[in-house]
């Protein structure tokens, strides 16, 4: 990483969102702790109001380990809490990571060598869904396949190049005071909006797929549904506020969405051949399952149809029925979340 051997590697501080994450906490946390790097390391955790015992583990990981800080943040809120913690971290390069991801033992030093190497301002890598029980594998299944993402290269993977956005990221820390970290009023699509406005700015977004996080799917159908329709909600709303950010890939489930209600309308009320459209839709499903349940359990690979369909009609759902009223209340704040200054003091 560093021609000279003698010189250590920049110091690195992970920022890490969480609520009512008891269940993986300390288990993301020892994965950063045991990271492969020799550079010096802080972990920042920012507390939103949860329900369950994460304060409780939180705290036992700060007397357990004195590069393990916490930050409170009331809101519960993603980009307010990563705010807290970017302000609340002093190292040049800032990780993202969520409660419930692991990181692969290299992660942070493979990806301080591709930002020196790439000169970008933020990289990233693979979104690795893996569940424990049928379900998530299920899930997982389908969020790590084409027919369930798209070409989205950090679910699927792909080859090293620029990017629109990517997992997590592991930033430069001037490029995040210089956008004045993420915006707040992004409750979803935080990531992907930032990532916008620093390549608006001329910075390089950079996808690895030497980078990888292992995640943990959501564990019911009702969880899945809300995550995916605040998704689209939010990437509606990423739409209106930055002209010319949406894609194809972003119109394919409101699209089939519309094919698919108008199918059944014009089935019932007119002709049987209206159920066509709804009909091929649940095939392709079926069929795109095959070769993603690969492997799994029999369980696992019968359930994958249900979690495509839940995460394609909920993310179109959401996109089409996102208010606009949320992109009025988005562009009336269009001040930073925070000031170069701040972080700078902090």
Not at 149 to 154: D, E, T
């Amino acid at each position: 990483m560093n021609a000279n051997p003698d010189v250590r590697p920049p110091a690195v501080s992970v920022i890490m969102p969480v609520l009512n994450e008891e269940r993986h906490l300390r288990g993301a946390v020892r994965a950063i702790l045991a990271q492969e790097y020799a550079g010096e390391m802080e972990v920042v955790i920012a507390l939103g109001p949860s329900t369950d015992r994460t304060d409780e583990i939180a705290a036992e990981l700060v007397a357990e380990d004195p590069r393990v800080h916490t930050v409170p943040n009331p809101t519960g809120r993603t980009p307010a809490a990563l705010n807290a913690a970017i302000k609340a971290s002093r190292h040049p390069i800032v990780v993202r990571v969520d409660g419930h991801g692991m990181l692969s033992p290299n992660y942070i030093a493979t990806a301080v060598r591709l930002l020196e190497e790439t000169g970008a301002q933020n990289v990233g890598g693979i979104m690795h869904a893996e569940g424990e029980n049928d379900w998530e594998r299920a899930v997982a299944a389908a969020m790590t396949s084409k027919i369930g993402v798209g070409n989205a290269a950090f679910h699927t993977g792909g080859e090293a190049g620029p990017a629109e956005t990517v997992y997590l990221g592991v930033f430069r820390r001037e490029a995040l005071e210089r956008q004045g970290g993420y915006n707040v009023e992004f409750i979803r699509a935080q990531d992907w909006e930032l990532n916008f406005r620093i390549r608006e700015a001329g910075g390089l977004i950079w996808f690895s797929p030497e980078l990888r996080v292992s995640y943990r799917p959501r564990p019911s159908v009702r969880a899945l549904a809300k995550q995916y329709k605040d998704y689209g909600r939010w990437r509606h709303v990423v739409a209106r506020y930055h002209s010319g950010s949406i894609n194809l890939r972003y119109l394919a489930p409101p699209t089939a969405v519309c094919a698919i209600a108008a199918g059944l309308v014009v089935g019932a009320a007119l002709t049987p051949w209206g159920f066509v459209i709804p009909g091929g839709y649940l095939a392709a499903i079926v069929a795109g399952s095959i070769p993603a349940g690969k492997g799994l359990p029999l369980k696992a690979r019968l359930q994958i149809p249900v979690a495509l369909a839940t995460m394609h009609m909920s993310w179109g759902w959401g996109f089409l029925t996102s208010p606009r009223s949320l992109a009025k209340k988005v562009i009336a704040s269009r001040r930073p979340a925070v000031k170069a200054e701040d972080a700078k003091a902090a």
